[in-house]
C-alpha cells in the first residue's frame, strides 16, 4: 500500500463529520423532529400564562435556554445507539487513531445537526417574545458557545448509558445537573444586557468553559465508550 | 417543660427538622439490617442447595 | 507476533476461563472452539483490546497491546457478529467509510473491485435496504480486501453465507497465509484452508 | 512499621475489620449526638434575630458539610477502583451513595423548614439550597446508572466515571449558582448563616458535626458488608463465614 494512501488525523476527523452528515441528510425528519420540539416548547410558554409582553421579555433568555436543553437531550440518544447496534463503533474502537479523536468528530457533526439550528432559529423565537436586537445579539452569541457545550457534556452521558434500558430518561438525568452552569451563564448575559449592564462577563465565562469541555470531555467520552463497550 | 417543646412558638419548624432526621435514621439502619438479612439467607439456601449435590 | 499469556477472563463476577496462554506467528491459522457460552467472542474481544482481561497479558510484536493501542490497531481486522453496515447508504460508501475508518483512503473503483471479489457485481450502489443477510456479509467481508494488516480476527466469518462464499472466503483466507499473515476465528461450520494445518484451541 | 494495606483491600479481610469497627463508630456517634443535642437545644442560648428556629442550625450545616463530603469520598473511591481496579472500592462508592444522598434530603428538607419561620418561604434560591438540590441529582444519577447496568463491573467503572465528573462539576456548580445568586438577590439572603458568639453554639455544632460523620461511617461499614457478601457469594470464604454456617 502506498504511503498516500495512509489517512492523517484530520482526514479522520473530517470523515468521521462528513459520514454522520451523510447519514442525517439520508434522515432529514430526525434533525426536523428536534427543530420543531425546540420551537414548540418556547411557544408553550406564552399559552401557559398571561401574555404580558413585560414578563414574556423577561423570561425569554431562560425559556429559550432551557428548550434548548431539553431539545438536544432529545437528539443525544442518536449519537452513539445507532452506531452501537449496527457494529460500527467496535471498528471505531479499532482505527488507528484515538478514539477520543473520532468521538470529537462525533460531537462536531452533532452541534452542527441538532445545536446549530436551534442557535439560527432562536433569534425569531426571541422576537416572539419582545427581545430587543441587542438581546439577541447576546442570545445567538451566548448559544453559539453553550450548544456545544451541551453536545459535548452530552456525549459524555450517552457514552455512559450506550445500549442500556431506558437509556433515553437516564441520560437526562444524568446530563442535566452538569450543564446548569451553561444555563446560568447563558441566560444570565442576555438578563445582563436587559437590564442595561455588560453581557461580557458572563460570556467570557463561557468561552473558557466551552474550551474547557471541548478539550476533556472527547477523553472521557472515549473512556466512558470503553467501559460500556467492555 | 412545655416551653422546651414550644421552642418560642418554632416548634414545628424545630421539632420538624430533628423528627425527620431520626425518622431518615431509623429507616436508613432498619433497610441496611434487612438488607444484610436477605443476603445472608440467599447464601445460607445457596449451601443448602451446593450440599445437596 | 501475537503472545498471549496466562490469560484470565470473566463476564460479570463469572469466570469464563483463565490460565490461557498461546502464540500466534506468520502465516499460521487458529480456530478457537468450545460450546456455547465457553467464551469465545469473549477471548476474541479481548485480542482486540474491547474486554480487559482479569488477569495475564497480550503482547503484539513483544508490546502489550494496551501499551500501543493506536499502532496494534492500524494492524487488525476485527469482523464480530454485527456487520457495521449502514442501511441508508450504498455497499460502495459503506465500504469507503469502514476502510477510512480504518485509516485507509480507498477511492470508487478500488471499492467496486473488492465489492465484485465478493460476488457483489451490479450490487454495488444499490441500497443496502435491498440486500439479502448474506449479501450484507459479504459487504463486511469486504474489508478483508483493503488493507494490509497481517493479524484478521474473525468472529462467525461464515454466519449467512452460501456455499459459493465459503469457498470464496477459504480462498481468501489461504491467501492472506501465503502473504505472511494470520488469523483467528471461531465457527460452527466446516472451514479449512487447502495445505494448511489449522491450529486448535479448544475452551472449556 | 510499614502497614500492608492492599491487605486491607481484599474483600474478605475487610469484610471482618467492617464489622469490628461499625459498632464503635455508632455507639460514639450516639454519645455524641446526645451531647450535641442537649447542648444544642437546651444549653446554647436563643439566637437574638432568629429566635429558637436557629436551633435546626445545629443539624441543618452538618448535614449539609457531610453531603458534599461523602460525595467527594464517594468520587475519591470511584477513582481509585477506576485506575487500580481494586473492587473494594467500587464496593465502598456504592455503599456510600444512599448514605450521601439521604445527608442531601436531609440538608434540603431542614432548609426548608429553616426558611419558613426566618423569611416566609419554605424554599429559597440561595446558593447552598440550589446546590444542594442539584447535588441531590448527582447523588440519584449515580444511583440510577449503577442501578440500570446488569454487569457488576462495568456499572462500577461507569458510576465511577460519572462520579468524578461530578465532583469536577460540584465546585463549577456551586460558584455558578453564588454568583448566578449575588446578582438576584444579595448575599443576604443565605440560609445556614447564623453569627456564631457563643462557645456553647460551637461546641454542639462540632459535636453535632463528629457524631453525623460516625453515624455515616457506621452505616457505610453495614452497607458495605452486605454489598462485599453479595459481589462474592461464589468464592471459598464466604462460604465458610460462620454467619452462613449457622
Known amino acids: ?230 | 417543660m412545655s416551653e422546651f417543646f414550644d421552642m418560642g412558638g418554632r416548634g414545628l419548624y424545630v421539632w420538624g427538622s430533628y423528627g425527620v432526621v431520626l425518622l431518615v435514621f431509623i429507616i436508613e439502619i432498619w433497610q441496611v439490617r434487612h438488607k444484610r438479612k436477605m443476603i445472608l439467607q440467599q447464601l445460607r439456601s445457596m449451601r443448602e442447595l451446593g450440599d445437596e449435590e | 507476533m501475537l503472545e498471549v499469556n496466562d490469560l484470565a477472563c470473566s463476564r460479570g463476577d463469572h469466570r469464563l476461563f483463565s490460565g490461557l496462554s498461546f502464540s500466534l506467528s506468520a502465516g499460521e491459522l487458529m480456530r478457537i472452539e468450545g460450546v456455547n457460552g465457553s467464551g469465545k467472542t469473549s477471548l476474541l474481544r479481548a485480542l482486540c483490546g474491547f474486554l480487559m482481561p482479569d488477569a495475564g497479558t497480550i503482547r503484539w510484536r513483544g508490546e502489550d497491546i494496551r501499551a500501543q493501542r493506536e499502532e496494534y490497531h492500524a494492524e487488525l481486522v476485527y469482523l464480530g457478529h454485527l456487520n457495521a453496515i449502514k442501511d441508508d447508504l450504498d455497499a460502495r460508501e459503506n465500504l469507503r467509510i469502514n476502510a477510512g475508518m480504518a485509516g485507509i483512503r480507498l477511492d470508487g473503483k478500488e471499492a467496486v473491485a473488492a465489492l465484485r471479489r465478493m460476488g457483489l457485481r451490479g450490487r454495488e450502489t444499490l441500497p443496502m435496504k435491498v440486500l439479502s443477510q448474506g449479501q450484507r456479509r459479504r459487504v463486511a467481508l469486504a474489508r478483508l480486501l483493503v488493507g494490509d494488516a497481517p493479524l484478521w480476527i474473525l468472529d462467525e466469518p461464515l454466519t449467512a453465507l452460501d456455499v459459493g462464499a465459503v469457498g470464496l472466503m477459504q480462498e481468501l483466507i489461504g491467501e492472506h497465509l501465503a502473504r505472511g499473515g494470520m488469523a483467528i476465528y471461531t465457527t460452527h461450520q466446516p472451514l479449512e484452508v487447502a495445505g494448511v494445518t489449522t491450529r486448535r484451541l479448544a475452551l472449556s | 512499621m510499614a502497614i500492608n494495606w492492599f491487605k486491607y483491600s481484599a474483600p474478605s479481610t475487610f469484610y471482618g475489620l467492617a464489622g469490628k469497627i461499625a459498632p464503635w463508630c455508632a455507639g460514639i456517634s450516639a454519645v455524641l449526638f446526645a451531647a450535641g443535642l442537649y447542648i444544642g437545644l437546651v444549653v446554647a442560648p436563643t439566637d437574638a434575630t432568629q429566635g429558637e428556629s436557629y436551633r435546626i442550625f445545629f443539624i441543618h450545616v452538618p448535614t449539609a458539610i457531610l453531603s458534599m463530603f461523602l460525595y467527594l469520598v464517594m468520587a475519591g473511591y470511584a477513582a481509585i477502583g477506576l485506575i487500580f481496579n481494586t473492587r473494594l472500592s467500587a464496593m465502598m462508592a456504592t455503599a456510600l451513595a444512599p448514605t450521601g444522598a439521604l445527608f442531601t434530603f436531609i440538608a434540603l428538607w431542614t432548609g426548608a423548614l429553616w426558611g419558613k419561620p426566618t423569611w416566609g418561604t419554605w424554599w429559597v434560591w440561595d446558593a447552598r439550597l440550589t446546590s444542594e438540590l442539584i447535588l441531590l441529582f448527582l447523588y440519584i444519577g449515580f444511583m440510577a446508572l449503577h442501578s440500570s447496568i446488569d454487569d457488576p463491573r462495568r456499572a462500577d467503572r461507569a458510576a465511577a466515571l460519572l462520579a468524578i465528573v461530578g465532583s469536577v462539576n460540584v465546585p463549577i456548580i456551586y460558584y455558578s449558582v453564588r454568583w448566578w445568586n449575588s446578582l438576584h438577590q444579595g448575599p443576604t439572603f443565605e440560609v445556614g448563616r447564623v453569627a456564631v458568639y457563643d462557645d456553647t453554639m460551637r461546641q454542639a455544632f462540632l459535636l453535632m458535626l463528629f457524631a453525623c460523620w460516625l453515624y455515616a461511617a457506621a452505616v457505610v461499614l453495614w452497607r458495605v458488608r452486605s454489598i462485599i457478601l453479595e459481589r462474592e457469594r461464589s468464592t471459598q470464604w464466604v462460604a465458610e463465614l460462620k454467619e452462613i454456617r449457622a
Open chain 1, 1 to 230: 500500500m502506498n504511503p498516500q494512501d495512509k489517512m492523517s488525523l484530520s482526514d479522520s476527523l473530517m470523515l468521521v463529520i462528513r459520514r454522520d452528515w451523510l447519514l442525517a441528510m439520508r434522515r432529514r425528519a430526525d434533525v426536523l423532529t428536534t427543530l420543531v420540539f425546540f420551537v414548540m416548547v418556547v411557544s408553550l410558554f406564552p399559552l401557559s400564562m398571561e401574555p404580558d409582553p413585560n414578563v414574556l421579555r423577561k423570561i425569554a433568555p431562560g425559556v429559550v435556554w432551557v428548550a434548548a436543553l431539553l431539545a438536544s437531550m432529545l437528539s443525544l440518544g442518536r449519537l452513539f445507539s445507532a452506531d452501537h447496534a449496527d457494529g460500527t463503533l467496535e471498528q471505531m474502537m479499532l482505527a488507528p487513531q484515538p478514539l477520543a479523536l473520532l468521538v470529537f468528530g462525533k460531537i462536531v457533526a452533532h452541534w452542527m445537526l441538532s445545536g446549530l439550528p436551534l442557535v439560527l432559529l432562536a433569534p425569531v423565537l426571541g422576537l416572539q417574545f419582545g427581545v430587543p436586537t441587542e438581546g439577541l445579539w447576546v442570545l445567538v452569541a451566548g448559544l453559539l458557545l453553550g450548544t456545544p457545550m451541551l453536545s459535548a457534556i452530552g456525549a459524555i452521558g450517552a457514552a455512559l448509558t450506550l445500549g442500556l434500558r431506558g437509556g433515553g430518561v437516564l441520560v437526562s438525568l444524568l446530563v442535566l445537573p452538569l450543564c446548569i452552569p451553561v444555563l446560568i451563564f447563558g441566560a444570565g448575559a442576555v438578563d445582563a444586557v436587559l437590564a442595561a449592564k455588560s453581557a461580557a462577563p458572563n460570556l467570557a465565562l463561557l468561552g473558557a468553559a466551552l474550551v474547557v469541555s471541548l478539550a476533556a470531555a472527547p477523553w472521557v467520552a472515549a473512556q466512558a465508550l470503553r467501559i460500556s463497550m467492555e
